[in-house]
């Protein structure tokens, strides 16, 4: 698969964000910046599957957790991977895609569903250079209780969620998904359960992609 463009236009509207992120500690303190980690959770199937087909994908060990810090170079860099993976692979089922229920893989035939975009997402920001620390695969709850997964990006301006379903990059407070668990910031094969204080509804405003 191609590298993303270094090219690709990130819009002011991203500028703007990063901006208003950063005007001051009184607007910061009226959000939940940051969800509340709960005991250690199981592993999904699909990220057990992935790593015994891909172990040098999920190698590496304990390590120390560790934020980024959301520079405006930082939150050009993830708009702009963001919305490359999101162009570029198409929805598909993984029961259409593979005959099976649930596979996780990388989407290297352009095809994948929500996890796939997840790694793909992942594995380029890595790439470029970010923590693997920071980067945290999630599940979470849509309205009608089917599973969907997101990556969440952990900065000191709060947890950003990267999502298939939705263009713009949110805080995790913005999305209205309700949060289950995600990979734990020491190891990656740890899972820890999320306590989300709100009702566990979700939205999709942009099209649906079939997962």
């Given at each position: 698969?191609?590298?993303?463009p270094?090219?690709?236009?990130?819009?002011?509207?991203?500028?703007?964000?990063?901006?208003?992120?950063?005007?001051?500690?009184?607007?910061?303190?009226?959000?939940v910046?940051?969800?509340?980690?709960?005991?250690?959770?199981?592993?999904?199937?699909?990220?057990?599957?992935?790593?015994?087909?891909?172990?040098?994908?999920?190698?590496?060990?304990?390590?120390?957790?560790?934020d980024?810090?959301?520079?405006?170079?930082?939150?050009?860099?993830l708009?702009?991977?963001?919305?490359?993976?999101?162009?570029?692979v198409?929805?598909?089922?993984?029961?259409?895609?593979?005959?099976?229920?649930?596979?996780?893989?990388?989407p290297?035939?352009?095809?994948g569903?929500?996890e796939?975009?997840?790694?793909?997402?992942?594995?380029?920001?890595?790439?470029?250079?970010?923590?693997?620390?920071?980067?945290?695969?999630t599940?979470?709850?849509?309205?009608?209780?089917?599973?969907?997964?997101?990556l969440?990006?952990?900065?000191?301006?709060?947890?950003?969620?990267?999502?298939?379903?939705?263009p713009?990059?949110?805080l995790?407070?913005?999305?209205?998904?309700?949060?289950?668990?995600r990979?734990s910031?020491?190891?990656?094969n740890?899972?820890?359960?999320l306590?989300?204080?709100?009702?566990?509804?979700?939205?999709?405003?942009?099209?649906?992609?079939e997962?």
């Amino acid at each position: 698969m191609k590298l993303v463009p270094k090219g690709t236009p990130v819009g002011l509207a991203a500028f703007a964000i990063i901006a208003a992120l950063t005007s001051g500690a009184a607007a910061a303190s009226e959000r939940v910046l940051f969800a509340a980690i709960g005991e250690t959770s199981r592993a999904p199937i699909g990220w057990i599957e992935f790593c015994a087909a891909n172990p040098k994908e999920c190698s590496g060990g304990e390590t120390i957790p560790h934020d980024v810090v959301m520079s405006g170079k930082a939150w050009k860099d993830l708009v702009r991977i963001n919305k490359w993976v999101n162009e570029t692979v198409k929805p598909i089922t993984d029961l259409d895609h593979w005959g099976t229920v649930e596979k996780w893989s990388y989407p290297e035939d352009g095809y994948g569903d929500c996890e796939d975009y997840v790694l793909l997402k992942r594995k380029l920001l890595i790439q470029a250079g970010w923590p693997r620390e920071a980067l945290l695969v999630t599940v979470v709850r849509e309205r009608n209780g089917d599973g969907h997964a997101v990556l969440t990006v952990k900065t000191d301006k709060g947890e950003f969620v990267l999502d298939n379903q939705h263009p713009e990059i949110l805080l995790w407070t913005e999305t209205n998904y309700r949060f289950v668990k995600r990979q734990s910031q020491a190891d990656p094969n740890v899972w820890v359960s999320l306590g989300d204080p709100r009702p566990a509804v979700a939205t999709a405003t942009s099209p649906r992609a079939e997962r």
